[in-house]
């Protein structure tokens, strides 16, 4: 099974993979700004996210099977990487594991260490919505704000939301596998890893994703790193700060 995918411009293959509960959408101005820069860009749907395939079969293997596979499918010789969050874990398991397909590197705001489950009361939060009731955009977005007080998470959640028939919302994402298997997100890379390839590792300076700590970590795996922090943003940093996050991709990539 493919993924789905946005593919803009021509050029060097750029492959953007989108963090937990994301979507490719989500990258759709920076695409096209990559895309005028001379990539041609292919902005994917994970498995169980966007318009992708749903799977019970959900970690960071088998997902970057799928980009693997996607690669061979489409002939992408060579090819930019760029992950943010859980795409970032993607990426760097599959330049670490396949580093042939993979010329440069760039991870958004985490590093190849463990996290522990924090996603909880985002769950809770989409779990409390109950489709059969069928509720508005209006009603989803009253229940998910009693869990989350943040407007921009909100709405980086709600716009998973589509009508599934003429009458009735659902999410894209494949809520119930999360449910499951939430624990596999935090998971590390294997220590011995790496990837002598350049990569940028890029963090937000309100983030606590990546701290000066973890730096021994990065270099340990990815020795020719590169780790800069973009300003006034956090871990949403290329939507937070988009023109940072742009010129850092940008004079990294040339």
Do not use: C
């Amino acid at each position: 099974m493919t993924l789905h995918s946005r593919i803009e411009g021509e050029g060097i293959p750029m492959i953007i993979l989108h963090g937990f509960l994301g979507m490719s959408d989500n990258w759709k101005s920076l695409a096209t700004q990559f895309a005028s820069a001379g990539f041609q860009v292919h902005a994917l749907d994970l498995r169980n996210h966007g318009k992708s395939f749903h799977s019970e079969e959900f970690n960071y293997e088998v997902m970057v099977e799928d980009v693997k596979n996607y690669i061979q499918a489409h002939q992408l010789i060579k090819s930019v990487v760029l992950g943010h969050s859980m795409g970032g874990k993607v990426a760097m398991l599959l330049a670490t594991t396949y580093p042939d397909l993979v010329s440069k590197l760039i991870i958004a705001d985490i590093g190849p260490k463990y996290y522990a489950p924090h996603h909880q009361t985002i769950l809770e939060g989409l779990n409390a919505v109950d489709f059969s009731k069928n509720p508005s955009r209006g009603d989803v977005e009253q229940i998910v704000s009693t869990f989350i007080s943040d407007f921009g998470t909100r709405q980086f959640l709600l716009k998973n939301l589509y009508w599934k028939t003429p009458e009735q919302l659902a999410f894209r994402f494949n809520l119930q596998v999360f449910n499951d298997k939430i624990e596999i997100i935090g998971t590390a890379l294997p220590f011995e890893n790496k990837f002598e390839g350049p990569t940028l590792f890029l963090r937000g300076s309100k983030s606590d994703y990546i701290l000066d700590a973890d730096f021994e970590t990065i270099y340990h795996h990815f020795p020719n790193a590169i780790i800069d922090t973009i300003f006034n943003a956090g871990h949403w940093l290329h939507a937070e700060n988009p023109i940072d996050f742009e010129i850092n991709v940008m004079r990294f990539l040339k």
